[in-house]
Antibody, heavy 122, light 111 residues
Framework: EVQLVQSGAEVKKPGESLKISCQTS????????IAWVRQMPGKGLEWMGI????????RYSPSFRGQVTISADKSISTAYLQWTSLKVSDTAMYYC???????????????WGQGTLVTVSS | QSVLTQPPSVSGAPGQRVTISCTGS?????????VHWYQQLPGTAPKLLIYNNNNRPSGVPDRFSGSNSGTSASLAITGLQAEDEADYYCQSYDNSLSESVFGGGTKLTVL
């Protein structure tokens, strides 16, 4: 069974750094893209970016480029999303999701991690 | 403003049929990129409901179906049940943005 298990909820202050994780199992981690998706409180889903763990090819939505860093550690089949200086506006639920088939276009997200709630408040 | 446009809300009584539209453009649905649908129950992560326009993953009831035409797609739910009350999102790929895009989501209320 393919599983994506994310790290626990975080409460941080503005300006702090953070790295959240998405541990995968049940499939070949290096052969499928992993995506990160943001959901702000009461809002919809936003595609942040993707990483191909096989060669660390990473693509970002323009809205998130320069604001976050997506990475992966092949040795432990885990993807990461990190911030160097959090803002109050980063408060949201963050989901990782596996792209279902090879390739970027015409692909879908399945399965999803359970989500990591990040709260940034002074 | 989402690239794919969905109605904010729809509602229906138990047993009825409802549809949720997803309107795109010539750079996504209109150019032939497939549409996928997700169901997000309250307080949970999104779950794949329909992939490649009209395919259901195993375990998804055949009450859920998808279709598309031109620059739009639709999700239909027949025999509405209380457990269907959730948010529904469409997703496709946009070749002018070179990224996957989501609709803004539709809240389904079962009356």
């Amino acid at each position: 069974e393919v599983q994506l298990v994310q790290s626990g909820a975080e409460v941080k202050k503005p300006g702090e750094s953070l790295k959240i994780s998405c541990q995968t199992s049940g499939y070949s981690f290096t052969n499928y893209w992993i995506a990160w998706v943001r959901q702000m409180p009461g809002k919809g889903l936003e595609w942040m970016g993707i990483i191909y763990p096989g060669d660390s090819d990473t693509r970002y939505s323009p809205s998130f480029r320069g604001q976050v860093t997506i990475s992966a550690d092949k040795s432990i089949s885990t993807a990461y999303l990190q911030w160097t200086s959090l803002k109050v506006s980063d408060t949201a639920m963050y989901y990782c999701a596996k792209l279902a088939i090879f390739g970027v276009a015409n692909n879908w997200f399945d399965p999803w991690g359970q989500g990591t709630l990040v709260t940034v408040s002074s | 403003q989402s690239v794919l446009t969905q109605p904010p809300s729809v509602s229906g009584a138990p047993g009825q049929r409802v549809t949720i539209s997803c309107t795109g453009s010539s750079s996504n649905i209109g150019t032939g990129y497939n549409v996928h649908w997700y169901q997000q129950l309250p307080g949970t992560a999104p779950k794949l409901l329909i992939y490649n326009n009209n395919n259901r993953p195993s375990g998804v009831p055949d009450r859920f179906s998808g279709s598309n035409s031109g620059t739009s797609a639709s999700l239909a739910i027949t025999g509405l049940q209380a457990e269907d009350e959730a948010d529904y999102y469409c997703q496709s790929y946009d070749n002018s943005l070179s990224e996957s895009v989501f609709g803004g989501g539709t809240k389904l209320t079962v009356l």
